[in-house]
DNA sequence: CCGTATCGTAATTTATGAAGTTACATGAGA
DNA sequence: TCTCATGTAACTTCATAAATTACGATACGG
C-alpha cells in the first residue's frame, strides 16, 4: 500500500525553513524534497491556516516560520495537515448487522484506538526545536560547520 | 488511503467457520463477507501455510479450523497473512544523505515503532477464543439463540 | 505601467496495491 | 465420468497521494 508522506514532507521543510532564517520559495524547497513546488504549496496550506508558516507573494517572497519552534509538536503539525490516516489496516465494513463482524471490528478498532492514541501521545511530546537540535547534533557530530549549501537553502 | 481489510476478513471467516463445525466452502464464506471466493482463498492461503486452517477439494470439501481458538492470536493471524503494512503514514525517503530529513526520519519512525509494538502486544493478547466469546455474549445479550442462519453459514 | 517572480488553485495524469473478476487447471467424491 | 471444490494466474477496477500542467492573482523593481 501507498504511504501517504505529507508529515515527513512538512517537517523537512519547516527544519530547512529554520536554518534559513529568511523567506524561502516553493521552488527551493521542492528541490529539497525533490518533489514539485505545487507539491510543497499544497502541503503548506494547513500549515499556513494554523499560522505556523507564512506565506509571500512576488518578488523575494516566499515561505517563513511564523512560530516559535518550542512550542509546536509533531502532532501540531499532523493535524495542521488535517488528521490524515494513520492505519492502513482497517474494518470491513462499520455498518454491520452479523454480530461475528461486530466483535471482530471492535476488537481491532479498540486496539487501533490504542495504538493512535499512543502514537498520537509520543508525536504530542516531540518539538520542532528538539527535531532542529537532533539536526544540529548530527551536523556537529558528523563535523564540519553547516553551509547553506549543505542544507539545500 | 484505500484500507486493507485482510485481518478484519480473516477473523470474521474462521469466527464463522468455528461456528459453522463442518467443512464451509469458499463460496459460502465469500457471501459472509460480501465478496468473491477468490478473494477468500487467497486470505486463507496464509492460514492454511501456518497450519490454522485446512482446505479439502471437491464434493463436501471446503474449508475447517486446524487449531484451538484458545492458542491463535490476532497477532498470529496478522503475521500468517504476511504481515501487512501497518501505516499509511511513512518517511518520504529512507535512503538520504540530508542530515534534516534524518532527523526527521528516525523521529517518525521511532515513534511508529513504538505505536507498533503496542498494537502487536495487543493483538497478542487476543485469542480467537476472546473474540468468539464476545461474539456468544452479544448473541446472547440479543436474544434468541442462534441459528446456522443467523451466523451466515 | 510593464515585466518578472512568486504564490494559489483547479484540472489532469501517474503510480500503486488491495480488491474484485475471469478463466482454467487440479483433485475428490458420487 | 460428472460435478463440486480448491489453486492460481491474469486481468480489471478502484481509491488516493503524488506529480504535472495550466492559468490566475499579486507584489516588487525598474
Redesign the interface.
Known amino acids: ?9 512538512a ?2 521543510v519547516l ?2 525553513m529554520a ?1 534559513a532564517g529568511r523567506p524561502v520559495t516553493s521552488e527551493a524547497l521542492a528541490r ?3 518533489t514539485n513546488p505545487v507539491v510543497v504549496r499544497r502541503v503548506m496550506g494547513g500549515l499556513r491556516e494554523q499560522g505556523y508558516v507564512r506565506s509571500v507573494k512576488g518578488h523575494g517572497g516566499g515561505w517563513t516560520l511564523s512560530c516559535e519552534l518550542e512550542r509546536v509538536t ?1 502532532k501540531d503539525v499532523y493535524e495542521a495537515l488535517g488528521s ?10 462499520d455498518n454491520t448487522q ?11 478498532s ?3 484506538a ?3 492514541a ?2 498520537m501521545a ?2 504530542g511530546e ?1 518539538t520542532l526545536a ?3 537540535a ?2 544540529h547534533r ?2 556537529a557530530e ?1 563535523g564540519g560547520p553547516a553551509t547553506l549549501e ?3 537553502i
Chains 1, 2 share one sequence.
Request: proline content about 2%.
Open positions: 500500500m501507498r504511504q501517504d508522506n505529507r508529515l515527513s514532507g517537517l523537512h527544519l530547512h536554518e529539497a524534497l525533490d509533531l490524515p490516516q494513520l492505519f492502513a489496516i482497517g474494518n470491513r465494513s452479523c454480530l461475528v463482524e461486530e466483535a471482530v471490528n471492535i476488537s481491532i479498540e486496539a487501533l490504542d495504538a493512535e499512543r502514537l509520543r508525536f516531540i528538539a527535531l532542529s537532533d539536526f548530527r551536523l558528523r549543505e542544507i539545500h
